[in-house]
């Protein structure tokens, strides 16, 4: 996604260097001075922002719907509609966290068209000592530290394709996207005990499915 006009070519032949582009410039630059010359109508800094996060977002969207097209869909989405309303970005959160907001949206939009009535962040939840009682097999490692294999990284979306919605996005945001609780309780309007719960679910309903995939590729 592109709204910056193409840079004009240098001629070789000229012995003076060309000046570096505003987007060249400001790669060094922290987000939040991006985010000001973006709003100031820099949209050479709001490119910079989306090299800067496009592949994230992209993985995020991909975790919470599972199909390619639709992940890029939504990425591509989100950056539309975070360029479209940057004049109401505030600066109370990071704007990752903002943009990361959009996007769970626009993925929670593509699962409830695909899946009428199915998707929601509000069901009734068990509370962290409901869950704590439960004993799972040790299969080694826990899937977090795994993620960032290739092989591991197939599996896990593919399992965390399997599990609830709610649980899933909860558990990328946590531990793929490495957010902090308090901004996933941010993006997806929860509270912190719940994405806390959340996330053990999440993890002891991965750990589950792992056990039984890892045992049956022993098997075989």
């Not at 939504?74 to 943009?99: C, I, N, P």
């Not at 993620?147 to 609830?164: C, H, K, P, W």
Request: hydrophobic letters at 35%; proline letters at 5%; aromatic letters at 6%.
């Amino acid at each position: 996604m592109t709204c910056a006009p193409r840079a004009r070519p240098t001629n070789s032949m000229d012995p003076t260097p060309a000046k570096p582009t505003k987007a060249q410039v400001s790669i060094s630059e922290g987000e939040g001075t991006l985010v000001a010359q973006a709003k100031a109508g820099d949209v050479g800094a709001f490119e910079t922002l989306v090299n800067r996060y496009e592949r994230k977002i992209f993985r995020l969207a991909m975790n919470i719907t599972q199909n390619k097209e639709d992940a890029e869909d939504v990425m591509q989405e989100a950056f539309l509609k975070s360029y479209a309303h940057l004049k109401d970005f505030q600066g109370d959160s990071r704007f990752y966290t903002w943009l990361v907001r959009i996007t769970v949206n626009e993925g929670l939009m593509k699962l409830r068209k695909r899946r009428p009535g199915q998707v929601s962040l509000d069901e009734k939840i068990e509370t962290e000592d409901d869950l704590m009682i439960r004993e799972l097999e040790d299969w080694g490692p826990s899937p977090e530290q795994h993620y960032e294999q290739s092989e591991m990284q197939r599996i896990l979306q593919e399992v965390i394709g399997d599990i609830d919605p709610s649980f899933g996005i909860v558990f990328a945001l946590r531990d793929i996207e490495d957010l902090s609780t308090e901004e996933t309780a941010e993006i997806l309007g929860l509270s912190v005990p719940a994405v806390k719960s959340r996330l053990l679910r999440a993890r002891l309903k991965l750990r589950q499915k792992l056990n039984r995939y890892f045992g049956k590729r022993e098997a075989n």
